[in-house]
């Protein structure tokens, strides 16, 4: 299965390599290098991460690595990554 990323993942990933390699390009490439690993695995078990809690569709699932979650849609000959975004985990506090 072909593993396709699109243009707003793309857009996504360079301000997230931007803002990680202020700190240390090293780890901006370390961070991309990981992460297109984990990306290119999911030719193997697309079904493997959960759905996606952003869309009412069992196509759509979400990767999480490193904070970040990485949204998916699995077709029928291709998977297309969507999205990463960085995790939020807003609770309400009694």
């Known amino acids: 299965m072909q593993i396709v990323r699109s243009r ?19 780890q901006a490439f370390k961070f991309e ?3 297109d690993s984990k990306i290119n695995k999911l030719d193997y078990m697309p079904y493997k991460c959960r759905k996606s ?17 990485v949204t998916y849609r699995i ?3 291709k998977i297309m990554v ?6 939020r ?6």
């Open 8 to 26: 707003g993942y793309l857009l996504d990933l360079q301000e997230i390599m931007e803002y990680i390699a202020k700190d240390s390009l090293e």
């Open 33 to 35: 290098m990981d992460l």
């Open 53 to 69: 809690i952003y869309f009412d569709d069992k196509n759509i699932r979400d990767l999480i690595f490193k904070g970040y979650v």
């Open 75 to 77: 077709e029928s000959d």
């Open 82 to 87: 969507i999205a990463i975004i960085k995790y």
């Open 89 to 94: 985990n807003y609770r309400e506090e009694s």
